[in-house]
């Protein structure tokens, strides 16, 4: 589960307990305040305070980010 925590950022947890889910987390980014998360085929799109995010998730142990488009306002 991709969960947008503001500024906790991005938090990906394991759903398969949904009574205990917090204490399953896999991996966060606190580095993106999200707004907005779009998996779709091992990817993820991220809408961020400061751009656009695309990251791989194909292996949840090693999530890594391939491409940011920075907005500056």
């Given at each position: 589960?991709?969960v947008?925590?503001?500024?906790k950022?991005?938090?990906?947890y394991d759903a ?7 204490a399953?987390e896999?991996?966060s980014?606190?580095?993106?305040k999200a707004?907005?998360?779009i998996?779709?085929n ?10 656009f ?7 949840l ?5 391939i ?5 500056v306002r």
């Amino acid at each position: 589960m991709f969960v947008c925590d503001g500024i906790k950022g991005l938090i990906v947890y394991d759903a398969s307990d949904i009574s205990n889910i917090e204490a399953h987390e896999i991996a966060s980014f606190g580095n993106i305040k999200a707004y907005d998360v779009i998996p779709f085929n091992d990817h993820l799109f991220i809408i961020g305070e400061d751009g656009f995010y695309q990251y791989d998730y194909s292996d949840l142990n090693s999530i890594k980010e391939i491409s940011r488009i920075p907005v500056v306002r």
